[in-house]
């Protein structure tokens, strides 16, 4: 969101294409062993970067909670606190949390990331929709290792639930920013909402079995199922994922279909590619498609797999953690992303935004594995 979030720099919500060895960067091959602190610098060194971006800014001093940037730092860089033996939130995070703290308190009060004067119908409701869903989130992952839900959290959640929809097609979904950069989670109302199930699930203190929540989570899952055949591959990993979170969201059966559909695209060198999880889909700038293995989507594939009970995904889910073990870029600690809108240049500010995403994931996932 800030003056861009979720790609609204036009045309530049995701990356280049890998142009050359492991996009400007040697991968830990022979080694095969990743290094939690070079991932920590990278999120951290992009964290500093983006909330003191300008174009990331907002009144009352915050700042963007991206999807691309902030949330995913907010679940990676929480991951590495056991492997880096952190007892406490890092200063990034801390200034992550404090941001996103000031704008659910002032949630009545405060801008949203994008008005309706400013850019348009339905602007406002699309911006207010999605801010509320990652707030959740992210105040929601902050809480679960501690057992506890705290106030702020459950006053984020308050604060998406009055906004849920509750008439015709859209009954039980959330608004959610569009900015004509599909097929990632920047255009991708399903994506938003299948977050929401996982910040509802997740959230501590057996807060989905709630009486008060009851009609509205009922609303969701049946919105997701009812959706669920029209997204893309990827967006059905995030649904398989989320039906982890959320019980009876997706009955055995419809899980192991999503594993199965997903396992059919692993690539020989064990990671997935965005580009064919996505459909049908153009550059603006008509580039081709990179079809290399890339971080973001190997790293949530593996991160969901290893979320969900499927027998059949375990040899593949340990090939696509050996492929994220040996790519980490040596030299920064971020993992490769394809770009799936412009072939903008690697390693701009811009033009890192999907490594931002792919490193978290990576993260999520190297720090989970089984046995780890």
Same mark, same amino acid.
């Given at each position: 969101?800030?003056?861009?979030?979720?790609?609204?720099?036009?045309?530049?919500?995701?990356?280049?294409?890998?142009?050359?060895?492991?996009?400007?960067?040697?991968?830990?091959?022979?080694?095969?062993?990743?290094?939690?602190?070079?991932?920590?610098?990278?999120?951290?060194?992009?964290?500093?970067?983006?909330?003191?971006?300008?174009?990331?800014?907002?009144?009352?001093?915050?700042?963007?909670?991206?999807?691309?940037?902030?949330?995913?730092?907010?679940?990676?860089?929480?991951?590495?606190?056991?492997?880096?033996?952190?007892?406490?939130?890092?200063?990034?995070?801390?200034?992550?949390?404090?941001?996103?703290?000031?704008?659910?308190?002032?949630?009545?009060?405060?801008?949203?990331?994008?008005?309706?004067?400013?850019?348009?119908?339905?602007?406002?409701?699309?911006?207010?929709?999605?801010?509320?869903?990652?707030?959740?989130?992210?105040?929601?992952?902050?809480?679960?290792?501690?057992?506890?839900?705290?106030?702020?959290?459950?006053?984020?959640?308050?604060?998406?639930?009055?906004?849920?929809?509750?008439?015709?097609?859209?009954?039980?979904?959330?608004?959610?920013?569009?900015?004509?950069?599909?097929?990632?989670?920047?255009?991708?109302?399903?994506?938003?909402?299948?977050?929401?199930?996982?910040?509802?699930?997740?959230?501590?203190?057996?807060?989905?079995?709630?009486?008060?929540?009851?009609? &509205? *989570?009922?609303?969701?899952?049946?919105?997701? /199922?009812?959706?669920?055949? +029209? =997204?893309? $591959? @990827?967006? %059905?990993?995030?649904?398989?994922?989320?039906?982890?979170?959320?019980?009876?969201?997706?009955?055995?059966?419809?899980?192991?279909?999503?594993?199965?559909?997903?396992?059919?695209?692993?690539?020989?060198?064990?990671?997935?590619?965005?580009?064919?999880?996505?459909?049908?889909?153009?550059?603006?700038?008509?580039?081709?498609?990179?079809?290399?293995?890339?971080?973001?989507?190997? &790293? *949530?594939?593996?991160?969901?797999?290893?979320? /969900?009970?499927?027998?059949? +995904? =375990?040899? $593949? @889910?340990? %090939?696509?953690?050996?492929?994220?073990?040996?790519?980490?870029?040596?030299?920064?600690?971020?993992?490769?992303?394809?770009?799936?809108?412009?072939?903008?240049?690697?390693?701009?500010?811009?033009?890192?935004?999907?490594?931002?995403?792919?490193?978290?994931?990576?993260?999520?996932?190297?720090?989970?594995?089984?046995?780890?």
């Amino acid at each position: 969101m800030g003056r861009f979030t979720f790609a609204a720099i036009t045309g530049v919500f995701l990356l280049t294409g890998f142009c050359g060895t492991q996009a400007f960067g040697q991968p830990t091959s022979s080694s095969q062993v990743w290094s939690p602190a070079k991932a920590a610098g990278y999120l951290d060194t992009r964290m500093t970067w983006w909330s003191s971006w300008p174009k990331a800014a907002y009144d009352h001093a915050t700042f963007c909670v991206s999807c691309h940037t902030a949330t995913p730092f907010s679940l990676g860089r929480a991951a590495l606190h056991s492997p880096l033996g952190e007892s406490a939130p890092s200063s990034n995070e801390q200034k992550l949390l404090e941001s996103v703290t000031k704008r659910v308190r002032m949630w009545h009060d405060i801008d949203p990331f994008y008005s309706d004067q400013a850019r348009g119908l339905p602007k406002t409701s699309e911006s207010r929709g999605t801010e509320s869903i990652l707030n959740s989130l992210i105040l929601v992952w902050r809480d679960v290792p501690t057992g506890h839900l705290s106030a702020d959290a459950r006053l984020a959640l308050n604060n998406m639930w009055a906004l849920q929809i509750t008439a015709a097609d859209m009954k039980g979904a959330w608004a959610w920013l569009q900015f004509h950069n599909a097929p990632f989670e920047g255009d991708s109302q399903f994506y938003g909402n299948s977050l929401a199930a996982i910040a509802i699930g997740s959230a501590p203190g057996n807060y989905q079995s709630e009486p008060e929540i009851q009609n &509205g *989570l009922k609303l969701l899952s049946a919105w997701l /199922v009812r959706n669920m055949n +029209a =997204q893309t $591959p @990827l967006d %059905r990993v995030v649904l398989l994922w989320a039906s982890t979170k959320l019980n009876a969201l997706l009955t055995r059966d419809q899980q192991n279909k999503i594993v199965e559909e997903t396992l059919a695209k692993q690539r020989d060198d064990g990671g997935f590619s965005m580009s064919q999880l996505i459909g049908a889909w153009k550059r603006h700038d008509d580039t081709p498609l990179d079809t290399s293995s890339d971080g973001y989507a190997t &790293g *949530l594939i593996a991160f969901a797999l290893e979320q /969900v009970e499927a027998p059949q +995904a =375990q040899a $593949p @889910l340990k %090939r696509a953690l050996a492929w994220l073990s040996r790519n980490q870029i040596e030299s920064d600690g971020r993992w490769p992303a394809v770009s799936l809108n412009n072939n903008r240049p690697v390693l701009s500010d811009t033009g890192l935004f999907m490594s931002d995403a792919a490193t978290a994931y990576a993260v999520l996932a190297l720090t989970n594995a089984p046995g780890r």
